[in-house]
């Protein structure tokens, strides 16, 4: 069955640095990959889209890569704040088919 | 604009009752969609519906769950009766019609069912 990797669970950093959050999938050929940020009592909310013709996507402090031989996703925020602190999750999507959904990173941005 | 919103936001029952989450979209998404968080498990897909039809509902966990979308506005999910592993945050998310491919969908805040 399909199953999406987040790195880690949970993952601080110092204020300033680069957050870089890895998600690795198997059994599974996404044409879409996206991210979301996730906080407590809240519901997912989109952050990027990569396709799977595409090596990078940036927005604004945000940086998206997918490689598809590697079934990696990382994604990067620099310059990092405490507001950074949330959950963020990995999706993947074929086709017209449902988002599938990796457990998430947590994020903790320490000032 | 008014983004997805679920009602209750908490809902405490015992096993063997009835609850009726509901899901209004955003205005004039015809697209449709229910997820699930159960403690220590990642999000998953219950059902789509574009407008009131049921596109796939294959992520439904058993018959005691009844999605409805009468006149394809809100949506309303039943689980009857309610058992302890239905436990978890149920999620709904909705997008515009043609845009199921490579967009995001817009989720409400979930609503967190405890079973007793």
């Known amino acids: 069955s399909q199953k999406i990797e987040q790195n880690s669970e949970a993952l601080n950093i110092q204020e300033g640095k680069t957050a870089t959050l890895t998600c690795n999938y198997t059994n599974y050929s996404p044409a879409y990959l996206q991210w979301y940020r996730q906080d407590p009592g809240r519901g997912p909310v989109f952050l990027l889209l990569i396709r799977e013709n595409e090596k990078e996507k940036r927005k604004e402090r945000l940086k998206v890569t997918f490689d598809t031989t590697l079934k990696q996703s990382l994604f990067h925020i620099t310059a990092s704040q405490p507001a950074d602190s949330a959950t963020y999750l990995c999706?993947?999507?074929?086709?017209?088919?449902?988002?599938?959904f990796g457990k998430g990173t947590r994020l903790s941005v320490i000032a | 604009e008014a983004g997805v919103t679920q009602f209750p936001s908490h809902s405490v029952i015992e096993k063997g009752q009835t609850v009726t989450l509901r899901c209004d979209p955003i205005s004039g998404h015809d697209n449709l969609y229910w997820y699930r968080r159960v403690m220590g498990k990642e999000i998953k897909f219950l059902l789509h519906?574009?407008?009131?039809?049921?596109?796939?509902e294959s992520g439904m966990p058993n018959n005691r769950f009844l999605a409805e979308r009468t006149g394809g506005t809100y949506s309303t999910l039943k689980v009857q009766p309610a058992e302890l592993e239905d436990s978890g945050v149920y999620f709904c998310?909705?997008?515009?019609?043609?845009?199921?491919?490579?967009?995001?969908?817009?989720f409400g805040q979930g609503t967190r069912l405890t079973v007793v």
């Open positions: 519906f574009v407008k009131e039809s049921k596109q796939d």
């Open positions: 998310a909705s997008s515009p019609l043609g845009s199921e491919l490579n967009t995001e969908a817009f």
């Open positions: 999706v993947l999507q074929r086709g017209n088919t449902p988002l599938v």
